[in-house]
């Protein structure tokens, strides 16, 4: 069994690190000094590659061949889609397909 002390030494250890994490870039790129053309051009790359990989984690267990075919998903999908396009906000667009996915597998199928 974990006592008191070793939780509250897990709990800070990770403060630290959480903490580290988050001032590291403020840290190794100070205000007057550009980042490297590698860190510029990962930070316009990775985004739509994390988005991706979501996209096809999310995806993969779906059977198009067994009941329901994968409708709840292509459904919550084009929820997601039509939502960024209509507000051009992603918290809105991944929250309203969540809710409508999990609407269609709990009521509908």
Request: glycine letters at 6%; aromatic letters at 10%; a positive charge.
């Amino acid at each position: 069994m974990i006592d008191a002390s070793h939780s509250l030494a897990l709990i800070a250890v990770m403060a630290l690190v959480t903490a580290l994490l988050r001032f590291l870039p403020f840290l190794l790129f100070p205000e007057g000094k550009h980042a490297p053309r590698v860190i510029t051009y990962l930070s316009g790359v990775l985004p739509s590659a994390v988005i991706g990989m979501l996209v096809v984690y999310c995806l993969k267990d779906v059977q198009p061949l067994a009941a329901p075919h994968g409708l709840p998903e292509l459904i919550a999908v084009a929820a997601v889609a039509w939502s960024y396009v209509w507000k051009r906000n992603t918290l809105l667009s991944v929250l309203g397909g969540t809710v409508v996915y999990m609407l269609l597998v709990q009521v509908v199928f």
